[in-house]
């Protein structure tokens, strides 16, 4: 069973960073794709970043120029530096990891609260 745990979150000013962390209980390079999602209260949940299969790096465009994912596998955990907090960036961060053996298997962390205000 994979388990995923996030931590670094918190309450921040608007233009102060943060960052989260996301530890995996496997190896995350058997990871298909792993990545960051957030919902912010009465919206969907949407990506904010996310290493695909080939291992390339995706951003939402709300947070490009602003938000870096990295990883260090090593020590099985991703990371999301988040600089130029804006309030909008407000919303439960979430860790994402899906694995493909002969099906498809999503894993979710329970998610980190970052909270953008004055």
Same mark, same amino acid.
């Given at each position: $069973?994979? @388990?995923? +745990?996030?931590?670094? =979150?918190?309450?921040? @000013?608007?233009? =102060? &960073?943060?960052?989260?962390?996301?530890?995996? &209980?496997?190896?995350?390079?058997?990871?298909?794709?792993?990545?960051? %999602?957030?919902?912010?209260?009465?919206?969907?949940?949407?990506?904010?970043?996310?290493?695909?299969?080939?291992?390339?790096?995706? %951003?939402?465009?709300? +947070?490009?120029?602003?938000?870096?994912?990295?990883?260090?596998?090593?020590?099985?955990?991703? %990371?999301?530096?988040?600089?130029?907090?804006?309030?909008?960036?407000?919303?439960?961060?979430?860790?994402?990891?899906? +694995? +493909?053996?002969?099906?498809?298997?999503?894993?979710?962390? $329970? =998610?980190?609260?970052?909270?953008? &205000?004055?």
């Amino acid at each position: $069973q994979v @388990q995923l +745990v996030e931590s670094g =979150g918190g309450l921040v @000013q608007p233009g =102060g &960073s943060l960052r989260l962390s996301c530890e995996a &209980s496997v190896s995350i390079s058997s990871f298909y794709v792993m990545g960051w %999602y957030r919902q912010a209260p009465g919206k969907e949940r949407e990506l904010v970043a996310r290493f695909t299969h080939s291992d390339n790096k995706n %951003y939402a465009d709300s +947070v490009k120029g602003r938000f870096t994912i990295s990883r260090d596998n090593a020590k099985n955990t991703m %990371y999301l530096q988040m600089n130029s907090l804006k309030p909008e960036d407000t919303a439960v961060y979430y860790c994402n990891a899906r +694995v +493909v053996i002969s099906t498809i298997l999503n894993y979710w962390g $329970q =998610g980190t609260q970052v909270t953008v &205000s004055p």
